[in-house]
């Protein structure tokens, strides 16, 4: 990572892993996200190769950072049929809608460019997606989902929510996790906890990675 690019250098929120920041519930959730697979376990190679894309293309990574797994996370939460407690009547469970929109997706695609989405330029999938965001599409792949819902209710909840229950994504924004059990107590602006990262000001880089090195 590059010490003048990110705005906590030398912060590694799994420095914690081992002391009373964390108890043991923490810790297990944590390992059980570092330990995501990178193979699908629920969904089929057409539609894992469609969600990758996909995650890509909402949530684009730095080559030069460890890579949160956003399709391993997917499709774990996939596997697992975990729901929200709750939903549009208009989408379909958790799973299903998954299923279609991910098809839908490839097949939008190849109408337009005779390729899949994870085949087509970086560009052309924005576009499709930027299609799908302002309800500009309805055709019969969508059966009956409404594409709009599916994206503002699905496609980024779903993937964003995932990158940042993510410790690497933590280290991006100088989160110390979970606040039990050591908790928080300076909750005010421009203060922070010893325990907590030191956020990298301009020409103070270097100070700010030297102290984040010693946080845990």
């Given at each position: ?58 949530i684009p990574q730095p080559s ?67 299609q799908i965001q302002h309800g ?56 922070r906890d010893p325990w907590e ?20």
């Amino acid at each position: 990572m590059n010490l003048y690019t990110s705005r906590y250098p030398g912060y590694d929120v799994l420095r914690r892993r081992d002391t009373p920041s964390w108890d043991d519930i923490t810790r297990k959730v944590i390992e059980q996200r570092l330990a995501t697979p990178s193979d699908p376990q629920c969904l089929d190679a057409v539609r894992w190769r469609a969600l990758e894309a996909l995650c890509a293309c909402i949530i684009p990574q730095p080559s030069d950072r460890p890579q949160v797994p956003l399709a391993g996370m997917i499709d774990t939460r996939l596997k697992a049929n975990a729901g929200d407690g709750f939903r549009y009547a208009r989408l379909p469970p958790l799973r299903e809608a998954w299923c279609i929109g991910l098809t839908a997706l490839d097949e939008e695609s190849k109408v337009r460019h005779g390729l899949p989405f994870a085949s087509i330029e970086r560009d052309h999938q924005n576009a499709l997606l930027k299609q799908i965001q302002h309800g500009e599409l309805a055709s019969a792949f969508w059966q009956g989902m409404d594409p709009q819902l599916f994206f503002s209710q699905r496609i980024l909840p779903d993937i964003c929510g995932a990158y940042y229950s993510h410790p690497y994504s933590w280290n991006e924004i100088g989160f110390g996790g979970p606040a039990n059990p050591r908790g928080y107590v300076r909750m005010y602006y421009d203060r922070r906890d010893p325990w907590e990262p030191a956020e990298a000001k301009p020409g103070e880089e270097l100070k700010a990675f030297r102290k984040n090195r010693r946080v845990r």
